[in-house]
């Protein structure tokens, strides 16, 4: 991992045999490497992000005190893991390139500032997709866009290095979605592309959170899709099942979803429980 000056001050060492891993850091691209306190051989596994806009923290994820993952904030002087700064008790916020959206974005993914790569912020999903701004600017940001595309989940996907022009993916569960582009010096918003021009978001159906609990007691969650035509009425139901334990359903425009909806079928997408 690069710090803000773009030298190479972090890394991920595994034991190849028993996959264990360390954090080790040196101060300089000259020094020494040495294994962070807490972050060792014999600690919980913990998974770097990257470093503070200032150099002086590390972002890691690793699991909570509650069993999910969380997002922490490593002091580097210090070297002591703060309380998490970003968790949630059902809900994993774990970082992967394994699962990503119809549109090539993950629902979960680290935030790096297109200047010096540090983390500006964490775009996660617990029932929703949602994101967490560290650097205020950019939360500032998120607020002006949210203001001008109400109702939709709007990603800042690039930028300018002036944070003047920003690039924008505007989308929900039934509209795959239109990138723009916003000038804020001159006000200004025009569209780039449409995801699916031929996807008419007026026809989609509405995609809602379903929870229940089984005879065992367990709480199980996931999504429900009825028919536009036929949400007041009974409609044969397909049921989706993920292929893994290692993946889960996520609020989005699911073309295979909306096509059944579309053929009047009710869609059930329950997470399993592992």
């Known amino acids: 991992f690069a710090d ?6 972090l890394a991920v060492e595994q034991k190849e ?6 954090v ?46 969380g997002v922490y904030a490593y002091d580097l002087a210090r070297q002591e893991l ?21 549109r090539g974005y993950p629902p979960i993914a680290t935030i790096f500032s297109p200047v010096d790569h540090t983390v500006l912020g964490i775009r996660y999903s617990t029932e929703f997709p949602r994101v967490h701004w560290f650097d205020p600017e950019m939360a500032a940001l998120q607020q002006e866009i949210d203001g001008a595309l109400p109702g ?35 006000q200004t918003g025009d569209i780039l592309v449409s995801c699916m021009p031929w996807i008419d978001a007026q026809r989609m159906a509405e995609t809602q959170v379903l929870k229940v609990r089984t005879r ?47 053929r009047g079928y009710a869609v059930l997408q329950v997470n399993g429980r592992g």
């Open 17 to 22: 045999k028993s996959g264990r891993t360390r």
């Open 82 to 102: 703060g309380a998490p700064v970003l968790a949630d008790p059902r809900y994993d916020i774990r970082p992967s390139k394994i699962q990503v959206f119809a």
């Open 152 to 186: 939709k989940v709007n990603y800042l996907v690039s930028q300018s290095d002036d944070r003047q022009r920003l690039v924008v993916l505007s989308w929900s569960a039934n509209d795959p979605g239109t990138f723009c582009l916003f000038d804020r010096q001159a």
């Open 216 to 262: 065992a007691g367990l709480d199980l969650d996931g999504y429900l899709t009825l028919p536009r035509d036929r949400a007041d009425r009974r409609s044969p139901l397909v049921a989706l099942i993920q292929a893994g334990p290692g993946q889960r359903e996520y609020w989005e425009f699911d073309p295979m979803v909306q096509f059944l909806a579309d």
């Open 24 to 69: 080790v850091h040196r101060a300089s691209d000259s020094a020494n490497w040495a294994p962070l306190a807490g972050l060792g051989w014999n600690d919980p596994r913990a998974e770097p992000l990257g470093y503070s806009a200032d150099g002086t923290r590390l972002y890691l994820t690793r699991a909570t005190a509650g069993g999910t993952w």
């Open 4 to 9: 803000p000056r773009g030298l190479i001050t």
